[in-house]
């Protein structure tokens, strides 16, 4: 007798792990959305990265690798090559794609890899106790910056979307953030974007970075940790779209 598997809607309806007020839940609902509005569910497959979403195939009702820390570039592109019908994305935070995974992301964009990247960026390493990462903001805390990041010490936050979008093999690169509303209609249209391009055929990698809360380690509550994005975050990370 052949075993049939049925889909699930694409965001499960399970309890997570993540904290309170966290911004992955919020990226989560809006990848699902796309992807059951795209009707791709079938013919997706989503890399998972190391960091506080670990997890994220428990969430995602689409075929999913998990991957060594910061790899995720490296593995969709051999899935992709190997795939080319199916749709390949990669979810990965600062810590696991700024961090030790900076070379993957760089060399994929650099080939031009048929990918799309959704970067969340959240200015701390959270899964580890919340220390500096290449995002973090100057001036910001952490248990490893505790008087605070310093440019002369531990140097600037990295802005790896402005640095993907000087790449021609990049196709379209776009900041937003999950800070409100309105933030987050634009952040589901950015991502929604980036996987049309992939499925129209479009040469290049796709990149969107979201800027997302931390309050467990900002050590701020969920509302000022929205709050903190504004005032704070946007400073050294603009929202805007860098290319395409």
């Not at 079938?42 to 820390?69: K, Q, S």
């Not at 994305?89 to 794609?97: A, I, K, M, R, V």
């Not at 100057?138 to 790449?167: D, N």
């Not at 589901?188 to 969107?208: C, E, N, R, T, Y």
Request: charged share 15%; hydrophobic share 40%.
């Amino acid at each position: 007798m052949k075993t049939v598997f049925k889909r699930t809607p694409v965001l499960k309806d399970c309890p997570t792990h993540y904290c309170p007020g966290c911004g992955h839940g919020i990226a989560h609902r809006l990848l699902a959305e796309v992807i059951e509005e795209l009707d791709i569910q079938d013919r997706t497959i989503g890399i998972a990265p190391v960091g506080c979403a670990v997890l994220a195939y428990n969430y995602l009702d689409v075929d999913m690798i998990e991957v060594a820390h910061g790899r995720a570039p490296a593995v969709a592109t051999g899935m992709k090559r190997t795939n080319p019908d199916h749709i390949v994305f990669s979810y990965q935070g600062d810590g696991d794609l700024a961090a030790i995974g900076t070379a993957e992301i760089l060399h994929a964009a650099h080939r031009a890899e048929q990918l799309t990247v959704i970067f969340i960026n959240n200015a701390v390493f959270g899964m580890t106790g919340g220390q500096m990462a290449p995002t973090t903001m100057l001036g910001q805390v952490t248990a490893t910056t505790l008087g605070g990041r310093h440019a002369t010490g531990e140097g600037y936050p990295l802005q790896v979307s402005e640095i993907l979008a000087l790449l021609p093999g990049t196709t379209y690169v776009e900041r937003c953030a999950l800070s409100s509303a309105p933030r987050i209609k634009q952040a589901k249209k950015a991502i929604k974007h980036a996987f049309q391009l992939q499925m129209d055929g479009a040469p290049g990698l796709s990149l969107v970075e979201i800027l997302s809360p931390c309050p467990t380690y900002w050590r701020l509550a969920p509302a000022k940790a929205m709050a903190w994005i504004e005032e704070q975050m946007t400073t050294a990370f603009p929202i805007a779209r860098l290319k395409g």
